[in-house]
C-alpha cells in the first residue's frame, strides 16, 4: 500500500499520523527527494533514506503527534555541532513533518432527532462522529452523516464502555429515558467536555441523587447541563446550533458571549485635550 492510500485510511479511521516531507537538500545525503508517513506506535510506511536522518525524523514525528502541531526538522549529516544527526556524509537536508488524523471526537449517546441534527452539524465542523443506541431503528445510517460511526448494545451501559470514551473526547447524553444510566457511567470518566440534554428539573433532580450517593463534586461540577446557548431553541436543529456553540466555545478555549459586548480598550490620547472635550 503506498503512502497515499494509508494516509487516507488513517484519516478515515482518524487514526494519528504525520507525513515528513524533504523540503530542502544540500550535499551528500540519503535522498533529496522522499517522503514517509509515520503511525503513531513509530511504523512507517516510505522512507527518506534510512540511517541516523531517518531516525531522528521519526522521533521528531511522534513528538510532534504529541504536541499535535507541525514542525520542521533540520539535520546535518555530521557527528558533531548544530542539527547534527550523527552520520558522515556531509550533507545537510530540511524536512517538514506535518500532523494528520487528530479531529476531535464527539460521542453521541442516544441517536434521536437532536442527536441526529446535531451529527449533521459537527460533521461540518470536522468532528468525528460517534453515535450509540439501543435501539437498532435509530441508528439508520441515513438518519446521519456518513462519516458518522454507528454503534448498538443492549444497554447503555454497554454502549459507553464500548465506545472506549477517551479524556479528550466531547460527550453528550440525550437518550429517551435512560440519561440517568449514562450518566452514572460518564460523571466520573475524565472528558474534555460532558454535557446533558434535559430539562432544568431533571437536572437539579439528578444532582441531587448523585449528591446522595457520594459522587465527588469536582466530578459533578464537570457536567454541563442544561446545555447550549439560550436562542430560544425549539427545533432539533436550533437545538443543534445552540449545543455546537458551546462545544465549539470549549474545544476552541474562547470566552464566549456576542461579539457586540466585547469591548475594545480605550483609545490612549497625549497632550492636549481635544477640542470640545
Not at 75 to 102: F, K, P, T
Not at 168 to 180: C, G, H, S
Request: net charge neutral; glycine share 10%.
Amino acid at each position: 500500500m503506498n503512502i497515499f492510500a494509508q494516509a487516507a485510511r488513517l484519516e478515515e479511521q482518524n487514526r494519528p499520523f504525520a507525513l515528513a516531507q524533504i523540503v530542502d537538500s544540500r550535499g551528500s545525503t540519503p535522498r533529496h527527494s522522499a517522503r514517509m508517513l509515520i503511525r503513531d506506535d513509530g511504523s512507517i510506511v516510505g522512507t527518506i533514506g534510512g540511517g541516523m536522518v531517518e531516525r531522528k525524523v521519526i522521533a521528531e514525528a511522534l513528538a510532534a503527534l504529541q504536541e499535535k502541531a507541525s514542525r520542521i526538522f533540520h539535520g546535518r549529516m555530521a557527528r558533531s555541532g548544530s542539527d547534527a544527526v550523527g552520520s558522515d556524509c556531509g550533507g545537510a537536508m530540511s524536512v517538514y513533518i506535518s500532523v494528520h488524523g487528530l479531529r476531535p471526537r464527539l460521542v453521541l449517546i442516544g441517536a434521536g432527532h437532536v442527536n441526529r441534527s446535531i451529527a449533521h452539524g459537527a460533521s461540518l465542523l470536522e468532528f468525528d462522529i460517534c453515535v450509540g443506541d439501543i435501539y437498532p431503528e435509530s441508528l439508520n445510517p441515513e438518519f446521519f452523516p456518513t462519516s458518522a460511526r454507528l454503534l448498538h448494545a443492549p444497554s447503555f451501559s454497554a454502549v459507553i464502555d464500548a465506545m472506549a470514551i477517551r479524556p479528550e473526547d466531547f460527550v453528550l447524553i440525550a437518550t429517551n429515558n435512560q440519561d440517568r444510566e449514562a450518566l452514572d457511567r460518564l460523571i466520573i470518566r475524565p472528558v474534555a467536555w460532558l454535557g446533558l440534554l434535559a430539562s432544568r428539573r431533571k437536572v437539579q433532580a439528578f444532582l441531587r441523587q448523585m449528591r446522595e450517593n457520594g459522587v465527588p463534586e469536582p466530578d459533578i461540577n464537570r457536567l454541563r447541563a442544561p446545555i447550549g446557548y439560550d436562542i430560544g431553541a425549539e427545533t432539533p436543529n436550533e437545538i443543534a446550533i445552540s449545543v455546537l456553540a458551546e462545544i465549539l466555545q470549549v474545544k476552541n478555549g474562547a470566552p464566549g458571549g456576542l461579539m457586540t459586548q466585547i469591548k475594545s480598550a480605550a483609545p490612549q490620547t497625549c497632550g492636549a485635550k481635544e477640542v470640545g472635550a
